[in-house]
């Protein structure tokens, strides 16, 4: 039970731990069509790497769900494990394409580039996971607009993991959303924000027509801006990052009066701005896309000015 207290969202006894149910139903749709169903069997290895280490991240957001977890470290150190995981399959960001440059091999600075990506979209998912609905309303859209760029571009493997995660999702979401009878929790929340991000990185290894890595970055750039945000200005206020709080952007616009249903739905509105700027951006120039990205980051950067000064006037931070 998610008990409220001065730093949650919610007002009264919630139980917790709801995405257990999107962690069995994905894992076994997945491990399902690969083993049983005619999966491409070419890098069914790569597959259960991938499994393997949300299920390692889903196993240590439970256990700090029921309180088993000691501390944030023990958290941060499951997590480097289960990447540990990918590597072991070879699921490795090999490349970038950059301005100017072109196509540019990573080598060995791929582990410690995907490490910070998979770790970091993990923990800003769960981050996030604070309102009904925001974390389930966001994987949602996302997934689809995997679903639909994949179906696009041919890459079937990716089709059906992205179309099994959107449909358990969906599923979940009436438990969540729009007024919680259930939580998602840790277990869902890391498992969830870790196969989001272990999926773009599965890119590199597919081995046929892919959908490209930076799709998922722009699908979540809203969550990453929050959250990179607010661990910016906690530092600098020397804050303890690693203890719960209620100062994230989206936390702020609650608190100033607006309901979960209208924060998230405002949310879950970015994150289809960003799939439908995605689909656009496919087969355009790399300046194309640094100049977009520029511009999403521009916007939100007004969109933190407008509601930190609100949330300053009204004392909140």
């Known amino acids: 039970m998610a008990l409220p207290n001065h730093r949650s969202s919610h007002d009264r006894p919630t139980p917790s731990g709801g995405g257990l149910g999107a962690v069995v139903v994905i894992t076994i749709a997945i491990g399902w069509y690969y083993l049983w169903a005619g999966g491409d069997g070419t890098n069914s290895f790569d597959i259960f790497c991938l499994l393997g280490g949300s299920l390692i991240v889903a196993i240590a957001g439970f256990a700090d769900d029921i ?15 289960a990447v540990m995981v990918l590597f072991a399959g070879d699921l490795v960001i090999s490349q970038l394409t950059l301005p100017f440059i072109g196509i540019t091999n990573l080598g060995w600075w791929g582990y410690p580039i995907t490490l910070i990506w998979v770790v970091g979209l993990t923990n800003a998912f769960n981050f ?6 925001m974390a389930g309303c966001t994987a949602i859209v996302s997934a689809l607009f ?12 990716i089709f059906v ?9 969906i599923g979940f979401l009436p438990f969540n959303f729009p007024r919680s009878r259930l939580f998602m929790g840790d277990i869902g929340s890391q498992f969830l924000g870790f196969l989001f991000a272990g999926l773009s990185v599965f890119t590199f290894a597919a081995h046929e027509p892919k959908v490209v890595f930076w799709i998922m970055p722009m699908l979540f750039l809203h969550f990453i801006y ?4 607010t661990l910016i200005r ?23 009066g607006w309901s979960h249903v209208q924060v998230s739905s405002v949310y879950a509105f970015l994150c289809v701005i960003q799939g439908l700027t995605a689909i656009w951006l496919i087969g355009t120039s790399a300046w194309s896309k640094v100049l977009t990205i520029l511009f999403f980051l ?3 950067t007004m969109f933190m000015l407008l509601i930190s000064r609100a949330a300053r006037d009204s004392r909140l931070i």
Do not use: W
């Open 298 to 300: 521009i916007f939100y």
């Open 128 to 133: 996030m996971d604070g309102l009904d609905g």
């Open 146 to 157: 995997c679903t639909i760029i994949a179906f696009n571009e041919g890459s079937i493997q």
């Open 161 to 169: 993991m992205s179309y099994i995660i959107m449909a358990s999702v």
């Open 67 to 81: 309180g088993k977890l000691p501390n944030f470290k023990t958290k941060l150190f499951l997590q480097i494990c």
């Open 226 to 229: 929050d959250t990179t945000y």
């Open 234 to 256: 906690r530092l600098s206020a020397k804050e303890n990052v690693t203890e719960a709080h209620r100062s994230h952007l989206y936390q702020l616009l609650n608190r100033m």
